[in-house]
């Protein structure tokens, strides 16, 4: 992208962001927020596509994040900043210690393995009522705050939601375009080759799925503390399945992509609200166009040839 | 003195086909030692096992007295055993200097706990790029530094390929067939490129080739592999004598010519 593109690109992205406030309206708040948690979801699945691999499992690690979450601030007591960063670390632990293992799989038989893995985990939460509730999930997860500024109000909570978004996106351009992105790519390039080098590429791989996990646990502790409780099937591989959806139509090959993809994809039962029985087909065929006219993505119309 | 390289019955079957059988040598520290053997005798698969980069089906390998961690592809190199390949090898769309640079920060930075450490990003960032400006000049490629690796004569990217494999500054470099389709003055300046990396830069080598006046030249000793065995072992001039070695590798190449 030129100089001039990136700026253009840039103030449209602000100008979409900063929007809900300017609308000031309830129902744009709650979407906007929705759009935020969900695009950390897809980004989470965008870093597991960069080593080549199709996690299946990053709706799970959304739910660790959301019930660690919970749990801690409910019942633990943690304040919500405190309660956010333990859930991020328990499911990043989580990650990497699982990705020693699952990570040595590779293509549709680790797509498969991971399909299993996210359906275990959300198994785990049904089962063990003990402390996760069952089906009933959890209720009366405490609303975020930081120390005294509540952030219960939309507003509020979409600036940190937008907040977080930015650094999140921040450090995975910082882990994709700097010198491990230079690893990455030499691995995805050619792998024999960076292997014959040295590379580790078992540890580079866990590394970029425990911070896959770690950001999907961002989103899932911003969506226990936003909604107040949370249930099991939201943290489904459905939930994956959509951010898969994102990332495709918002272009995969771009770290824009998967938010691009969350603009679009959750306001759109919105749009075809009015039409609810041709909701589904509506949104079948707008992928389907999308993916024949655009293999790239909405993405791949602004970034030309350059990656992230 | 313990062995660089110490092979010890190593086999790798693939199904039915030994690729290789129960294979045992050792290499002293600072040798030329040539492989030959013909096509499907199992040379490229050895190199592929002893990098570590797929598991032996049986046997040992050890580097330096140590041995190969299993299932670690890289560890070996990591260790500076460094392989080239028999097939051109290189990333798109960088050049040959970023090649040379990318090869070098790749050892460096091999695994992600090695980027924690104050400064080490930047010095090795140095270190490559000096390093990168040392072996274009030791290697002759300074004049197409910047050319795509692709759009470079075949010969030339023969030897972007062994240029590599020094970046990754190894002790032992393993060159899988580095004179393959060269011409008679490519095959010529690639053997003398070998000779200077052993004597100038300390290297020791294994080198496959099927050139036999070449690798006969070049090595101090020479090992013959047939059927994913070792056939012959010895000084060139001794494997020449050997019979097993002219009824299986003179005598199909024979043949073949
Ligand atoms: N990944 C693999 N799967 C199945 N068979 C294999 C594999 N790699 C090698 N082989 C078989 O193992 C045998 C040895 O192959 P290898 O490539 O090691 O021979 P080579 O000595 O390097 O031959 P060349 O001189 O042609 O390069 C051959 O029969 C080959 O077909
Ligand atoms: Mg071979």
């Not at chain 1, 990136?6 to 927020?33: C, E, M, R």
């Not at chain 1, 935020?36 to 994040?65: D, K, N, P, W, Y």
């Not at chain 1, 590779?106 to 996760?132: D, S, Y």
């Not at chain 1, 705050?145 to 507003?155: D, E, I, T, V, W």
């Amino acid at each position: 992208m030129g100089r001039a593109a990136t700026a253009v690109a840039a103030l449209a992205a602000a100008a979409i962001a900063l929007a809900p406030f300017l609308a000031g309206d309830g129902f744009v708040y709650h979407v906007a927020i929705l759009v935020a948690i969900e695009g950390l979801l897809a980004v989470s699945l965008h870093l597991t596509l960069r080593i080549g691999q199709l996690s299946l499992a990053q709706g799970g690690f959304m739910g660790i994040g959301a019930y660690a979450s919970a749990l801690l601030a409910r019942d633990a007591g943690l304040p919500f900043p405190l309660a956010l960063v333990g859930a991020v670390v328990i499911a990043a632990a989580i990650a990497a210690a699982l990705g020693t293992v699952i990570l040595r799989v590779r293509g549709v038989q680790f797509a498969l393995l991971t399909f299993g893995l996210g359906e275990a985990i959300v198994l785990i939460f049904v089962e063990f009522v003990v402390p996760f509730g069952g089906n009933n999930g959890l209720m009366g997860i405490p609303p975020a705050s930081l120390g005294p500024l509540s952030l219960q109000a939309r507003p509020a909570f979409y600036g940190f939601a937008l907040a977080v978004v930015f650094l999140v996106l921040l450090a995975v351009r910082g882990l994709l375009a700097g010198t491990p992105g230079m690893v990455l790519r030499s691995l995805a390039d050619n792998e024999p080759l960076s292997r014959s080098l040295g590379t580790d590429e078992l540890a580079w791989r866990r590394l970029v799925f425990a911070a896959s996990a770690a950001v999907a646990a961002i989103s899932g502790s911003l969506y226990a503390h936003y909604l107040g409780y949370i249930s099991p099937e939201a943290f489904n591989v459905g939930a994956t399945v959509k951010a898969l959806i994102m990332n495709v139509v918002g272009g995969v090959g771009l770290l824009a992509g998967p938010l691009i993809g969350a603009l679009i994809l959750v306001p759109l039962p919105e749009l075809f609200r009015a039409s609810v029985r041709y909701q589904q087909l509506l949104y079948g065929l707008s992928l389907l166009a999308l993916m024949l006219f655009l293999p790239r993505g909405l993405g791949g119309l602004l970034a030309g040839r350059s990656r992230p | 003195m313990t062995a660089q390289l110490e092979l010890r019955n190593l086999s790798r079957h693939f199904g039915g086909i030994r690729a290789v059988d129960g294979v045992s040598f050792a290499i002293a520290p600072g040798r030329i030692t040539g492989l030959v053997g013909p096509n499907g005798a199992g040379k490229s698969t050895l190199f592929n096992v002893v990098t570590g980069t797929i598991r032996p089906s049986g046997g040992t390998v050890l580097f330096e007295g140590r041995p190969l961690a299993a299932g670690q592809p890289g560890a070996m190199a990591r260790r500076g055993l460094i392989r080239s390949f028999q097939s051109t090898m290189s990333w798109p769309e960088l050049g040959v200097r970023r090649h040379l640079e990318q090869a070098a920060l790749l050892r460096a930075l091999a695994a992600p706990r090695l980027l924690l450490r104050r400064g080490r990003i930047a010095e090795a960032r140095r270190r490559a790029a000096r390093l990168a400006d040392d072996i274009l000049e030791f290697t002759g490629l300074a004049a197409v530094a910047e050319a795509p690796v692709a759009t470079l004569p075949y010969g030339s990217q023969k030897i972007v390929g062994v240029a590599m494999a020094l970046a990754a500054e190894p002790t032992l470099l393993l060159a899988d067939e580095p004179a393959a389709g060269l011409n008679g003055a490519e095959t010529l300046a690639m053997e003398a490129l070998l000779r200077r990396i052993h004597r100038e830069r300390g290297v020791s080598l294994v080198v496959v080739e099927h050139d036999l006046p070449m690798i006969m030249r070049l090595c101090d000793r020479l090992i013959a592999l047939a059927d994913g065995r070792v056939i012959a072992d010895g000084t060139p001039a001794e494997v020449r004598r050997s019979r097993h070695f002219i009824e299986a590798y003179l005598g199909s190449d024979a043949d073949a010519a």
